[in-house]
């Protein structure tokens, strides 16, 4: 499996953004998907998760303001980001649980101006 990440890039306070992450390979063997995020100087952290089965889990500081989604028939994963907030900027990673373990994207950077 291998994943694709896009939608990153310069938004102001308040704006949204739509990350995607598109998976190929042998994208029939993903379950869980994820997405991190890791500011500057910060650790990483579990932004929001989406299980084969289609439930989701998100960090407490983007409840209502992202949501993650899957396109099974596309093998894309989605994070819908509005209410952007400073804190937000970070680079952004995609995973994916597949057969062999759990595979990681590039990073794709989101950065919130004031």
């Known amino acids: 499996v291998q994943l694709q990440a896009s939608g990153g890039g310069l938004v102001q306070a308040g704006g949204s953004l739509r990350l995607s992450c598109a998976a190929s390979?042998?994208?029939?063997?993903?379950?869980?998907m994820r997405w991190y995020r890791r500011a500057p100087e910060k650790q990483r952290e579990l932004v929001a998760l989406?299980?084969?089965?289609?439930?989701?889990n998100y960090e407490e500081s983007v409840k209502g303001r992202f949501t993650i989604s899957r396109d099974k028939a596309k093998n894309i994963l989605y994070l819908q980001m509005n209410s952007l907030k400073l804190e937000d900027t970070a680079v952004y990673y995609c995973?994916?649980?597949?057969?062999?373990?759990?595979?990681w994207g590039q990073g794709t950077q989101v950065t919130v101006s004031s």
């Open positions: 995973t994916a649980d597949s057969g062999a373990g759990m595979v």
């Open positions: 390979g042998s994208a029939f063997s993903i379950g869980g």
């Open positions: 989406i299980t084969r089965g289609g439930s989701t």
